[in-house]
Nanobody
Framework: QVQLVESGGDLVQPGGSLRLSCAAS????????MAWYRQAPGNQRELVAT???????TYVNSVKGRFTISRDNAKNTVYLQMNSLKTEDTAVYYCNANWPPERDYWGQGTQVIVSS
């Protein structure tokens, strides 16, 4: 059974930092591209960052320079380091493992609230 479990979401003040973790099981983790998405109430789910099996990364423009995606294949875990957080970053953050067309896995989400 494939399982992605996010953790690390919290309430934080603007300018603060959080590190999200996503622990994967049931897949050959080192072979999978991984991604973080987020969704705020009333909004569509947004792709935030991706990382290939080789470690190449992409980011949505709004988080460039503030967020860093990384992975530890030995731990089957992908991370999202979030610095200089803004209120606009408030959302539920989801971990995704995707290998089209047959495999598309999601975690349950972890809540990030940025508020003073």
């Amino acid at each position: 059974q494939v399982q992605l479990v996010e953790s690390g979401g919290d309430l934080v003040q603007p300018g603060g930092s959080l590190r999200l973790s996503c622990a994967a099981s049931g897949i050959i983790f080192s072979s999978y591209p991984m991604a973080w998405y987020r969704q705020a109430p009333g909004n569509q789910r947004e792709l935030v960052a991706t990382i290939t099996s080789d470690g190449a990364t992409t980011y949505v423009n709004s988080v460039k320079g503030r967020f860093t995606i990384s992975r530890d294949n030995a731990k089957n875990t992908v991370y999202l380091q979030m610095n200089s957080l803004k209120t606009e970053d408030t959302a539920v953050y989801y971990c995704n493992a995707n290998w089209p067309p047959e495999r598309d896995y999601w975690g349950q989400g972890t809540q990030v609230i940025v508020s003073s």
